[in-house]
T-cell receptor
Framework: GEDVEQSLFLSVREGDSSVINCTYTDSSSTYLYWYKQEPGAGLQLLTYIFSNMDMKQDQRLTVLLNKKDKHLSLRIADTQTGDSAIYFCAESIRTDKLIFGTGTRLQVFP | GAVVSQHPSWVICKSGTSVKIECRSLDFQATTMFWYRQFPKQSLMLMATSNEGSKATYEQGVEKDKFLINHASLTLSTLTVTSAHPEDSSFYIC??????????FGPGTRLTVT
């Protein structure tokens, strides 16, 4: 079945690294995504990783994929207050339909 | 690039009336768009897949006669909530496929039915 889970909250101090975790159940996922949602807004595509990759880095963002354990993580280096938002991981079984995780609310404090 | 807009950004309507929400891909063509619904502090629930020139595909439990979807062009999909009731109040978000791997989301429309 399709099920994507995330921890609900994460609180970090400004300047520290944040790690947001995600687990999924469908091993046939082709792509895995991270989206950011600020209050009252839509979703912003942050990054995505193909299922045959282990890691992808894009500036402050590092995505790690452990396909054996079906675990995906997003690391944000030097977290800033502007990074405070809800982060959703999502998997695609086909190339279009996305299954979203429950979302992790990241709070960054000074 | 890859910008998706929605209109209106928020709407208040009376119970029993219908409301139309537009989703546009501004700088790319999208044969496939999606409509999601999001309740407060919850994740996104896929309602339907909108295909240009053909009928929409609805997810299980979504009433197709209540949520009418029209994808008349490669840059526009509309969602009409018919005979709206307070329980239809929600945040509706559309998305569009820009390439095989990239799905971009609109800013959302907050619907309040009184």
């Amino acid at each position: 079945g399709e099920d994507v889970e995330q921890s609900l909250f994460l609180s970090v101090r400004e300047g520290d690294s944040s790690v947001i975790n995600c687990t999924y159940t469908d091993s046939s996922s082709t792509y895995l995504y991270w989206y950011k949602q600020e209050p009252g807004a839509g979703l912003q595509l942050l990054t995505y990783i193909f299922s045959n990759m282990d890691m992808k880095q894009d500036q402050r963002l590092t995505v790690l994929l452990n396909k054996k354990d079906k675990h995906l993580s997003l690391r944000i280096a030097d977290t800033q207050t502007g990074d405070s938002a809800i982060y959703f991981c999502a998997e695609s079984i086909r190339t279009d339909k996305l299954i979203f995780g429950t979302g992790t609310r990241l709070q960054v404090f000074p | 690039g890859a910008v998706v807009s929605q209109h209106p950004s928020w709407v208040i309507c009376k119970s029993g009336t219908s409301v139309k929400i537009e989703c546009r891909s501004l700088d790319f063509q999208a044969t496939t768009m999606f409509w999601y619904r999001q309740f407060p502090k919850q994740s996104l629930m896929l309602m339907a897949t909108s295909n240009e020139g053909s009928k929409a595909t609805y997810e299980q439990g979504v009433e197709k006669d209540k949520f009418l979807i029209n994808h008349a062009s490669l840059t526009l999909s509309t969602l009409t909530v018919t005979s709206a009731h307070p329980e239809d109040s929600s945040f509706y978000i559309c998305s569009a496929i820009a390439s095989a791997y990239e799905q971009y989301f609109g800013p959302g429309t907050r619907l309040t039915v009184t």
